[in-house]
T-cell receptor, first 115, second 113 residues
Framework: NAGVTQTPKFQVLKTGQSMTLQCAQD?????MSWYRQDPGMGLRLIHYSVGAGITDQGEVPNGYNVSRSTTEDFPLRLLSAAPSQTSVYFC??????????????FGNGTRLTVT | QQQVKQSPQSLIVQKGGISIINCAYE??????FPWYQQFPGKGPALLIAIRPDVSEKKEGRFTISFNKSAKQFSLHIMDSQPGDSATYFC????????????FGKGTMLLVSP
């Protein structure tokens, strides 16, 4: 099994450009989420989804959109990129909410630079 | 408001030594405390986790100690090896609804040969 696959691995954007970070999982997990990792800031939750058609905001949702049309895919859209969005982005999935002691399975990340 | 505080930010330990990373939480509703390990260029992966009904959980060289009254938990790595060099994140969540994990800021561990 591939697990959680993120594309692209690296991306450079100019301020104001838009793009979509792709995330796909083949474990039939209902729960998917997006985190950003910045030095000294740990992992911060951007958006999450508890199933197809259901999404909700996390800790740092501004500037990002998500949708969940299938169980497998959970893309993250940057509407108008800003330098503050320079970060490493991780997608994760789990078979149940974290409160049910379900481990998160992370992809290997997308390193985004906004100039 | 940072709900999970992790220390130290970085740690250097000699091979064979004990690595200790500490976390403190504020929300008494938290009842699941996992630790994630992240190698450079990779996503984090679950290392070990504990529930508050036990004070200690051991898996190989890795041990979580949990102090409910102090709202603290820690990761001990015994006989640390260079291959343990990674970033470690503590986290917490509550067993209700669609609870999400709250992560600490991470500890970068370097085990010197």
């Amino acid at each position: 099994n591939a697990g959680v696959t993120q594309t692209p691995k690296f991306q450079v954007l100019k301020t104001g450009q838009s793009m979509t970070l792709q995330c796909a999982q083949d474990m039939n997990h209902e729960y998917m989420s997006w985190y950003r990792q910045d030095p000294g800031m740990g992992l911060r939750l951007i958006h999450y989804s508890v199933g197809a058609g259901i999404t909700d905001q996390g800790e740092v949702p501004n500037g990002y959109n998500v949708s969940r049309s299938t169980t497998e895919d959970f893309p993250l859209r940057l509407l108008s990129a800003a330098p503050s969005q320079t970060s490493v982005y991780f997608c994760a999935s789990s078979y149940a909410p974290s409160g049910n002691y379900s481990p998160l399975h992370f992809g290997n990340g997308t390193r985004l630079t906004v100039t | 408001q940072q709900q999970v505080k992790q220390s130290p930010q970085s740690l250097i330990v000699q091979k064979g030594g004990i690595s200790i990373i500490n976390c403190a939480y504020e929300n008494t509703a938290f009842d699941y405390f996992p630790w994630y390990q992240q190698f450079p260029g990779k996503g984090p992966a679950l290392l070990i986790a504990i529930r508050p009904d036990v004070s200690e959980k051991k898996e190989g060289r890795f041990t979580i100690s949990f102090n409910k009254s102090a709202k603290q938990f820690s990761l001990h790595i015994m006989d640390s090896q260079p291959g343990d060099s990674a970033t470690y994140f503590c986290a917490a969540s509550k067993q209700s609804g669609y609870s999400t994990l709250t992560f600490g800021k991470g500890t970068m561990l370097l085990v010197s040969p």
